[in-house]
């Protein structure tokens, strides 16, 4: 498996993966989530790789792309109550389900990490929706833990 830069040729792999994680979350929540069509996914990914500030990279096993993340830096400053940080913040990772518990996504984050050091970020940052229990243990197995939650009642 190697992990290396995305570019627009990918984006007709990329569009399934992004896809099967969207799924997920119109399954458990179509109150939140929207039903996106092949073609709003693939015109966000170009976009996205469009934006120079977008760091994505994928997982490919013989050509195949079997996992993708999708980070960017942010920095923090002169806010209220925060202090300046600047920290690597993953807007998406997915892997294949067929391809997933063979470290794939272990990969991804520790690729993550050396470009977070690289960029002098203090921490990675994600969210993630409680519905996606199998993703949530994924990432307090990768080290992370709660930071701070964001809570509901429906009117």
């Known amino acids: 498996?190697?992990?290396r830069q995305a570019n627009k040729n990918?984006?007709?792999?990329?569009v399934p993966l992004l896809d099967e994680v969207s799924k997920l979350h119109i399954?458990?929540?179509?109150?939140?989530?929207?039903t996106r069509a092949y073609e709003e996914i693939k015109s966000n990914l170009e976009e996205m790789i469009q934006d120079e500030s977008n760091i994505i990279l994928l997982a490919e096993d013989k050509q195949i792309v079997v996992g993708v993340i999708i980070?960017?830096?942010?920095?923090?400053n002169d806010h209220t109550n925060l202090k300046n940080i600047k920290v690597l913040w993953i807007n998406e990772i997915c892997v294949k389900q067929e391809y997933r518990r063979n470290g794939?996504?272990?990969s991804l984050i520790e690729k993550a990490k050396e470009i977070a050091k690289a960029n002098n970020c203090l921490r990675l940052e994600l969210n993630c929706w409680e519905l996606n229990g199998e993703a949530m243990k994924f990432y307090e197995n990768q080290g992370l833990t709660t930071q701070r939650r964001v809570m509901e009642i429906n009117i």
């Open 104 to 106: 794939i996504g272990r």
């Open 27 to 34: 399954e458990k929540r179509p109150d939140v989530f929207k």
């Open 1 to 3: 498996m190697d992990i």
């Open 71 to 76: 980070c960017k830096v942010r920095e923090i």
């Open 10 to 14: 990918d984006i007709t792999q990329m």
